[in-house]
């Protein structure tokens, strides 16, 4: 049974940091490119960062590059994201997402290409 589970979720105020993981397990995920979306109220759930699935190239939405980081650590079958300078428009759930290829790194801003899904966590930033 495949799990993903978001953690690190919480209040913070506008200018302010946090750092997301997804610990997954079930299967193997070190051969497969992971990606984390986020869905706020009234909104379709939109594409944030991805990884490939070696981790050695990332993939960022316009709206967040230079502030949030992504990263795995295969050998803890952990996903990251690391959120900085946090804004009002940040505020949302956040959902870790495993490609459904193995070895394939393409496509990683479709939701459609991801296989297995977390719960979400929330992210409020306050103004």
């Known amino acids: 049974q495949v799990q993903l589970v978001e953690s690190g979720g919480g209040l913070v105020q506008t200018g302010g940091s946090l750092r997301l993981s997804c610990a997954a397990s079930?299967?193997?995920?070190?051969?497969?490119?992971m990606g984390w979306f986020r869905q706020a109220p009234g909104k379709e759930r939109e594409f944030v960062a991805a990884?490939?699935?070696?981790?050695?190239?990332?993939y960022y939405a316009d709206s967040v590059k230079g502030r949030f980081t992504i990263s795995r650590d295969n050998a803890k079958n952990t996903m990251y994201l690391q959120m900085n300078s946090l804004k009002p428009e940040d505020a949302a759930v956040y959902y870790c997402?495993?490609?459904?290829?193995?070895?394939?790194?393409?496509?990683?801003?479709?939701?459609?290409?991801?296989?297995?899904w977390g719960q979400g966590t929330q992210v409020t930033v306050s103004s």
């Open positions: 990884i490939s699935w070696r981790g050695g190239t990332t």
């Open positions: 079930g299967r193997t995920f070190s051969n497969v490119a």
């Open positions: 997402a495993v490609k459904r290829d193995s070895y394939n790194n393409y496509a990683l801003a479709i939701s459609s290409q991801y296989q297995y």
